[in-house]
């Protein structure tokens, strides 16, 4: 069974730049969930993806964006970057209807300057 | 909408000694799931637990177990045999049972360092 997978693991970005984050989920789950992490912080839900489509949103700006692909992998896009978007992000992936178990990738690391 | 609270930032106990962490949160659903997830220094997120709402028996898994008072809306963790790879963030988190809904809620956590 393969664990969820991220990459990169760390990222350094300009604030207006753009970056796109990407997630492997496990092996058997269809569902990936994006959470962003601050500093001393608990993860903050930023949206979830089930079947290709937005299956929730969390209180994130539309420049927050995302895909989900027919493998059930997907992609985090950030545009117009911001000092406040430096973060751990995490993307976790479960199977709909299944335990409600969400498994977490070891996180990309942002920093924006 | 649902809040998590986690009232200590920091613990510390001698290994092989049991700790309690706390978790109290506020929702006005009936059924619902909450989770605790260990973050050690390495960062990936590991589920430890989980339980049920609508279950009375309280979850243990392994040297884990919780005390679950769904009227008290209070879920502490509690680590017996505690060891040094124990030590790591701790978080408290909550997931209304709805599907299209599946989000987890977490509190913002407690640092469990395990002395030798």
């Known amino acids: 069974e393969t664990g969820v997978t991220q990459s990169p693991t760390h990222l350094i970005k300009t604030r207006g730049q753009q970056v796109t984050l990407r997630c492997s989920s496990q092996?058997?789950?269809?569902?990936v969930s994006w959470y962003q992490q601050a500093l001393g912080q608990g993860p903050q839900f930023i949206f979830q993806?089930?079947?290709?489509?937005?299956?929730g949103r969390g209180n994130f700006p539309p420049r927050f964006s995302g895909l989900q692909f027919p493998n059930y992998s997907s992609e985090l896009n950030v545009n117009a970057l911001e000092l406040d978007d430096s973060a751990l992000y995490l993307c976790?992936?479960?199977?709909?209807?299944?335990?409600?178990?969400?498994?977490f990738g070891p996180g990309t690391r942002l920093t924006v300057t | 909408a649902q809040t998590v609270t986690q009232s200590q930032p920091e613990m510390s106990v001698q290994e092989a000694e049991t700790v309690t962490l706390s978790c109290t949160y506020d929702?006005?659903?009936?059924?619902?799931?909450l989770f605790w997830y260990k973050q050690p220094p390495s960062r990936q997120m590991i589920l430890v637990i989980r339980?049920?709402?609508?279950?009375?028996q309280n979850a243990t898994e392994n040297r884990f177990s919780v005390n679950f008072q769904k009227a008290a809306k209070s879920f502490s963790l509690k680590i017996s045999d505690s060891q040094l790879g124990d030590t790591a963030m701790y978080f408290c988190?909550?997931?209304?049972?709805?599907?299209?809904?599946?989000?987890?809620?977490f509190g913002t956590g407690t640092r469990l360092t395990i002395i030798p």
């Open positions: 993806y089930y079947r290709e489509e937005e299956n």
């Open positions: 988190a909550f997931m209304k049972h709805e599907w299209g809904n599946e989000k987890l809620t």
């Open positions: 092996s058997g789950h269809n569902t």
């Open positions: 976790a992936s479960s199977l709909n209807g299944g335990n409600y178990e969400q498994y």
């Open positions: 339980q049920e709402a609508y279950k009375q």
């Open positions: 929702t006005s659903e009936n059924n619902y799931y």
